[in-house]
């Protein structure tokens, strides 16, 4: 949020998985990806999952497709993982929003559970979702980045990945570049955020 509200664009890295599962959608043809946050969060800031819903609702009205939610629990069935997006599903509702399919986080097998292409992908998760949707609140120059094998993509390429998308969606507006590790307590989110740092370097 705070790097967000500083004019700062955004790469945010959940390895496991939401980063992975919304990189692997694009490798899929998403027209777009979104992250929020389920409906309840300890998150010690904002969040809006309504404002992201109608967000996925006006993206998909552009592209004449659906949306597809990709939440959590990653094993459990497709009532318990509605359950947890009830605000993000009221939002794309009162948008006038589609939903297709509500799909777990699995990372990079998730689309091929569903056809993602052209749709408006958004990962309701606990810790990629919640620092997407708080950093949504402030501002909408964000993306997000991995280190992990995607659907189409292995080795560093995933990571070179996010860094040209960031490089490209760079604006002169802009005060420069922050990757954030969803989780302090998810070593890999942060040590990826690192590697993927030195990539900009």
């Known amino acids: ?24 959608a694009l490798d899929a043809g998403a027209a777009a990806i979104l ?22 609702s006006r993206l998909a009205r552009e ?20 359950g947890r997006c009830q605000r993000v599903i009221s939002g794309i509702e009162k948008g006038g929003g589609v939903i297709e399919a509500v799909v777990p986080n699995i990372g ?10 052209d749709r408006v992908v958004v990962a309701v998760t606990d810790t990629g979702g919640v620092a997407f949707d708080a950093a949504f609140q402030e501002s909408r120059r964000l993306t997000v980045g991995t280190v992990a094998r ?7 390429e995933p990571a070179l990945t996010a860094v040209s998308r960031a490089l490209k969606m760079l604006q002169e507006t802009d005060q ?8 302090r307590n998810s070593l890999e989110d942060v040590l990826a955020a690192q590697f ?6």
């Not at 700062?8 to 992975?20: E, K, P």
């Not at 993927?196 to 370097?201: D, K």
């Open 63 to 82: 592209k004449g497709r659906g949306i597809i939610l990709v939440a959590e629990p990653r094993v459990g069935s497709e009532e318990e993982r509605r």
């Open 108 to 117: 990079a097998e998730t689309p091929r559970l569903v056809d993602m292409k």
């Open 1 to 24: 949020m705070q790097a967000a509200r500083e004019g700062l664009l955004l790469i945010i890295v959940d390895v496991i998985d939401m980063s992975t599962t919304l990189e692997s």
């Open 150 to 156: 995607t659907l189409k993509q292995k080795g560093m």
């Open 176 to 183: 420069g570049i922050a990757v954030v590790a969803a989780s």
């Open 196 to 201: 993927i740092a030195n990539l900009f370097l």
């Open 35 to 56: 992250g929020c946050s389920p409906d309840f969060t300890r998150a010690p800031v904002k969040v809006a999952p309504e404002e992201i819903g109608q967000e996925a």
